[in-house]
């Protein structure tokens, strides 16, 4: 299994990003894909899911109607698009996938992960 994170870099607060996450070697129909994010001497902490079946999404209160998580099919990658980005943003965002179905919010249950891509918002 291969994750590969990357779209990271520095904004301004208002801006917009969006990351990437190309996965391979997974068996998409039990595939569950989410972004996590872990901010200077902060746990990692969840930010977004999607369930690869059907597309049900899942977003942390922090981000709800700023983020978007989206899948391509074709492509085997998730997506987050980020807009109305804060300072608070700031962390490496890490992409995971689990293979239960089910959409978990706890780092400790994700088996797969991206390397992080850093994602800087400047006030």
């Known amino acids: 299994v291969q994750l590969q994170a990357c779209g990271g870099g520095v904004v301004q607060a208002g801006g917009s990003l969006r990351l990437s996450c190309a996965a391979s070697?997974?068996?998409?129909?039990?595939?569950?894909m989410t972004w996590f994010r872990q901010a200077p001497g902060k746990e990692r902490a969840f930010v977004a899911a999607i369930r690869w079946s059907d597309g049900f999404t899942m977003y942390a209160n922090s981000v709800k109607g700023r983020f978007t998580i989206s899948r391509d099919n074709a492509k085997n990658t998730v997506y987050l698009q980020m807009n109305s980005l804060r300072p608070e943003d700031t962390a490496i965002y890490y992409c995971a996938a689990d293979v239960s179905m089910g959409v978990r919010t706890s780092s400790d249950m994700y088996g797969y992960w991206g390397q992080g891509t850093l994602v800087t918002v400047s006030s």
């Open positions: 070697g997974l068996t998409f129909s039990r595939v569950v």
